[in-house]
């Protein structure tokens, strides 16, 4: 296949180098441009890369402008005015989770993406485990019921992650907005997309703020204005309901652990995933009233970063749905996810329109 598209990525740290690693494996997609503040990492990607054009500041890489797709992965707070300008430039735009740090700035990237045609889509990389698939397959097909109960986890026991993460004004929030939004992505999905009638959230800093204890955590001893432990208990149109948690930091056995469970009207379904994409297996069980048979399914190793990618790349070639996607449905989590910071504070349910 010759080249249709012209690359360039925004951040050096773990998010933009799954980007360069998924554009390079593509025979469609030819990377020319990078930009991020370190300037050892800067060079060093730009030769593996074989990158011509690299510039310290997004700024710069915008005003170059001799690309196509972009991908944003940088600190939160910066995606929606490097989205906003790339997409007014004329380059289709692949932003990291979560999509912004407010609503404000995730609805103004959606109207971006709206007004200028292109495609803004939006990294949701734990959609491509094989478990959630296979999940979502049982769903769809009829074969969990109505599924009313689903608790979803990802607990970390130590794993505060150092530096903007902790700041809200760069983050937009904690655990929660880092790693809440893949679970209630991926959920929402699974479910087939039901609207949140209301929710209620707590959040708790245990760990991630300045404490004295002698062995100081990862990424411990700076200071944080964000949860490192959140739960949440959303409330579904049609009367099924969510249980949602997620900590970076935790008193707990197990270093890094995501679950998923559902309880459907004719079955039930149940999986440990592996944060780095591993292959596992669903358990499927049968409801109570046809006895206590369960069956295990195998699934494949989910693709991550390399599956968003050919999805936003096929969108912009304009070959999925309607040929392009504007963002919607990660503004409607962006909602949700600010809903939850409200229910942190006031400590009371939300309702939502
Ligand atoms: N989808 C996933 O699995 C996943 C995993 C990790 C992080 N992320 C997301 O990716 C994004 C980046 O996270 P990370 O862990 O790679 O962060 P990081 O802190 O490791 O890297 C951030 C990068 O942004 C660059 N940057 C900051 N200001 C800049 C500017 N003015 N101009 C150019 N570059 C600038 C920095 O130089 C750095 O290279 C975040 O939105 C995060 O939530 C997603």
Redesign the pocket.
């Known amino acids: 296949m010759s080249v249709s598209f012209k690359a360039a990525v925004?951040?050096?740290?773990?998010?933009?180098q799954?980007h360069l690693a998924a554009y390079s494996r593509r025979d469609d997609v030819e990377i020319v441009g990078l930009?991020?503040?370190?300037a050892d990492?800067l060079s060093a990607l730009a030769t593996q890369y074989g990158v011509d054009h690299a510039f310290?500041?997004?700024n710069d890489l915008i005003a170059w402008g001799g690309f196509d797709l972009l991908s944003v992965?940088?600190?939160?707070s910066?995606?929606a005015p490097i989205a906003i300008a790339a997409l007014q430039s004329g380059s289709h735009v692949l932003c990291?989770?979560?999509m912004a740090g407010t609503v404000a700035d995730a609805q103004a990237m959606v109207d971006a993406a709206k007004s200028s045609g292109l495609v803004l889509d939006v990294?949701f990389?734990?959609r491509s485990h094989g478990e959630l698939k296979a999940i979502k397959r049982l769903v769809a097909d009829g074969g969990l019921g109505n599924p009313y109960h689903t608790r979803v986890t990802w607990l970390r026991r130590d794993g505060i992650?150092a530096?903007?993460f902790r700041q809200r004004a760069l983050s937009g929030g904690g655990v929660l907005a880092?790693l809440g939004i893949h679970l209630l992505d991926y959920t929402l999905d699974i479910l087939g997309e039901p609207a949140v009638r209301s929710l209620s959230a707590a959040g708790f800093s245990a760990f991630s703020g300045e404490r004295s204890d002698a062995r100081p955590l990862e990424g411990r001893g700076e200071s944080s204005d964000v949860e490192d432990f959140a739960s949440v208990f959303l409330r579904l149109a049609g009367g099924g309901v969510i249980e949602l948690d997620v900590s970076w930091a935790a008193a707990r056995a197990s270093a890094d652990e995501m679950t998923i469970t559902v309880h459907g009207t004719e079955g039930g379904a149940e999986a440990a995933l592996s944060p780095a994409f591993e292959a596992g297996d669903v358990e499927r069980f049968t409801a109570p009233t046809v006895g206590g048979e369960s069956e295990t399914i195998e699934t494949p190793a989910g693709r991550g970063?390399d599956e968003v990618v050919a999805e936003f790349v096929a969108a912009a070639h304009g070959s999925i749905g309607e040929g392009r996607r504007v963002g919607s449905a990660a503004l409607e989590r962006t909602r949700i996810i600010g809903a939850c910071y409200e229910s942190m504070v006031s400590g009371r349910e939300v309702v939502l329109a």
């Open positions: 925004v951040g050096l740290g773990w998010a933009g799954q930009a991020g503040l370190e990492q310290a500041d997004w992965a940088v600190p939160t910066l995606h990291e989770k979560p990294v990389n734990h992650p530096g903007w880092d970063h």
